[in-house]
């Protein structure tokens, strides 16, 4: 029974694949001394599941939260870039100025002017309350190398989530068919012990 549970595939997080039961009866040999723990190991296998899936879905809303943030800022600074550089930078005039909104806080936006000419780098939040100032080109590459990896663990989180519903519905067939079968091996014990009945004549 043991062996039974132990998973014999994984997929490239290392998530184990569900075992199926095709027999009930080619598992429990037992009765209650097997049927017991093994309904037990069933369900709780079940919970990790769905502990696992919630923990994905909260991955994938942060997610799709953090790459368009980063693509947004990505293309603020190429665009800084592209306007600093179609510029000639002795020209005064308002070619040079970006007008633009900016956030203050959730609820509030002000406007700001921005010489090109004398942008040459950006400030970056980094998390943890931690910010750095990176010329235009290196918070360019930065910028990219966060979007690949987020992109990539956005398919691999995807993934993890259709691979982890699959098992799930796997192993809630598996519950139903274990209790299914404890329903009519107790059904069939209570028969065989009934006393038999004797027709009057």
Do not use: C, H
């Not at 998530?15 to 093994?38: C, H, R, Y």
């Not at 942008?119 to 235009?136: C, D, K, R």
Request: aromatic residues 8%; glycine residues 2%; proline residues 4%.
């Amino acid at each position: 029974m043991a062996e039974f549970l132990k998973p014999k595939n994984t997929n490239p997080r290392g998530i184990p694949e569900a075992p199926f039961i095709e027999k009930v009866d080619q598992i429990i040999k037992d009765g209650d001394s097997d049927f017991e723990p093994l309904m037990s190991a069933f369900q709780e296998r079940l919970q990790q599941y769905k502990y696992m899936e919630l923990s994905k879905q909260q991955q994938l809303a942060d997610l799709n939260v953090k790459i368009p943030d980063i693509e947004k800022n990505l293309d603020i600074i190429e665009y800084l870039k592209l306007k600093k550089d179609s510029v000639d930078n002795d020209d005064g005039d308002d070619n040079n100025i970006i007008e633009t909104n900016y956030e203050l806080n959730d609820t509030l936006y002000t406007r700001a002017s921005i010489n090109v000419n004398d942008t040459n780098s950006v400030y970056l939040w980094l998390g943890a309350q931690v910010m750095l100032e990176y010329p235009l080109d290196e918070a360019v590459e930065l910028l990219k190398s966060r979007l690949e990896k987020n992109q990539q663990q956005l398919t691999n989180v995807k993934e993890d989530l259709q691979f982890l519903k699959e098992n799930i519905t796997t192993m809630e067939v598996n519950t139903a068919r274990l209790y299914n079968w404890d329903v009519e091996r107790r059904k069939k014990a209570k028969a065989s012990s009934a006393p038999p009945t004797v027709k009057a004549s």
